[in-house]
């Protein structure tokens, strides 16, 4: 037996995170910090990589997907249900473009697979479907 409390339950199973009504869920926060963190160790890397004089062509290749990430992360306070579907068809090539790195030994690699596969896995909880289809 526990002395633990138990949780206040919900009426609703799928509701992950209740927020006020013009707040953006932390789901949604989290895609953005996590999207744009990305696209930033792209951008540091490439500029290591031409401060050493190195070859650029795989690493953009690479980062592409990440970048592209970016300016639908900056849409999602006031965009709709369709940046949120764009955001995670994105998020899905680049993971898969991530995935190709471990095979070639480039970046972004297992770093990419995991940070763009949380950034489409957080754009898929309810908390963010709620969010984007709220009323404006």
Known sequence: MSNAAALPQTGDLYDDEATPHGVMPGTVRGARLIAAVAAAVGVVLIAITVALGGSLGALLAGYLPSFALVPLVLWFRQAGDLV?????????????????????????????????????GLLLRPSARSWFLRER
């Open 84 to 120: 949120r579907k764009a955001a995670i068809g994105v998020a899905v090539l680049a993971l898969l473009v991530s995935s190709t790195g471990i095979l070639t030994g480039l970046p972004p690699g297992a770093v990419g697979i995991v940070a763009n596969g949380a950034v489409a």
